[in-house]
C-alpha cells in the first residue's frame, strides 16, 4: 500500500470530510462530481475512482498527493504551469490556509476551477479582475500580484508564439503601461 498506512481511498476521504467538518455536498462541488459519487464513494457502493482528473482534484482538496491513493495512476502527459502555480501554493501555506480554507473564500462555482489550478491542469486565469480576487484572498500586495499577472502573460505569449526576445521593447512598454494602470486604479 501507500503513504496512508494501508487506508483505504474511501476511509481516507471519509476520515476527511469528518475531520475538517466538510459537507459531502460541498466537496463534490469542489471536486466536480455528484453528491451522490461522493455517497457511493465513501460507503463503498462503487470503486473508488481510477479517474487521475479526479483523483488529483480529491488530493488537491485533500493537501495530500494523488499517489496516496492506490488507484491513482500517473497520468502520460503531465502539463504544469510552473513558476505561478509554486507561488501561488507557496501563498496559500504562508497564510497558514488549508486547501480547503482558500478554496471556502472563493464563490462555489469558481472553486472546481481553482482545484484545477491547484493541480497544475489549467493555467492561472490571465484575467487580472479574476487574479486580483486571488490577491485579495491570499493578501498579495499590488506588486507581488502585478509580477503573477507579468508572469502569466508571458507564458501566454510564448505559447501563441510570441517571440519575446525579438519584441522587447514592445514588452517592455506593455508591462510598463499596464503598472501604471494598475498603480492608478487602486
Known sequence: MKNNAMKKSSKLVADFLQKNKLHKKEFAQMIGVTLSYVYNLIDENVPFSTRSTTLERIAVVM?????????????SEVESYGENLLMLKDLIKSNKLSTVEFLKMFERKKRL??????????????????????????????????????????????????????????????????YETMKSDK
Open 113 to 178: 476551477e481553482l482545484v484545477d489550478i491547484l493541480r497544475g491542469a489549467k493555467p492561472i486565469q490571465i484575467d487580472y479582475s479574476e487574479l486580483k480576487n486571488i490577491a485579495v484572498a491570499l493578501n498579495m500586495s499590488n506588486e507581488e500580484l502585478f509580477e503573477m499577472w507579468k508572469k502569466r502573460m508571458i507564458e501566454y505569449l510564448e505559447q501563441g508564439g510570441f517571440n519575446i526576445e525579438k519584441n522587447k521593447k514592445l514588452l517592455t512598454s506593455m508591462f510598463d503601461c499596464a
Open 63 to 75: 493537501d495530500i498527493n494523488p499517489e496516496d491513493f492506490i488507484e491513482y495512476q500517473i497520468p
